[in-house]
C-alpha cells in the first residue's frame, strides 16, 4: 500500500475498499459457517467449533480494521474534513471502515458469547 501523501492511486482504493467489506465477509462466514455446523456439533461435537469459527470471522474483521486504520494514520495530516481531494475521500473511507469494522467486530463477539453459553439448548 502506498504511503505517501501526494495523492491515492487506484491500489490504494482497492485496498480501502477491501477493507470495507473484510467486516461483512467475517460476519457473513461466521453466521453462515456456524449455521452450518451447529446441528453437528449440538448432537455431540466439540461446541467450541462455533468459537473457533467467530474467531476466523474476527481475525477477518481485524485485518480489515487494521488495513483502514493504517491507511486513515498515514493520510491523517494531510486530510482536511470538508475537502475534496483524493487524500480526503480516502481518509474518510478509511474512517468508515474502521467504524464499520469495529462494529461488526462487537457483533460477532457478542454473537460468540451468547454460542457459548447457550450451548444447543
Partial sequence: MDTTLE?????DAAWLVAACFAGPAGWAFTQ?????????VCAGGNPYVLGL?????????GAGAW???RRSSSLRAAAV???????????????????L?????LL??????????SRCE
Fill in 7 to 11: 495523492g491515492t492511486n487506484d491500489l
Fill in 32 to 40: 453462515g459457517a456456524g449455521y452450518a455446523v451447529v446441528k453437528p
Fill in 53 to 61: 469459527i467467530a474467531l476466523v470471522g474476527l481475525m477477518v474483521t
Fill in 67 to 69: 488495513l483502514a486504520w
Fill in 81 to 99: 474534513d470538508n475537502g475534496g481531494r483524493d487524500i480526503d475521500r480516502s481518509h474518510f473511507l478509511a474512517m468508515v471502515a474502521v467504524a
Fill in 101 to 105: 469494522n469495529a462494529l461488526i467486530a
Fill in 108 to 117: 460477532i463477539i457478542t454473537t460468540l458469547a451468547s454460542q457459548l453459553w
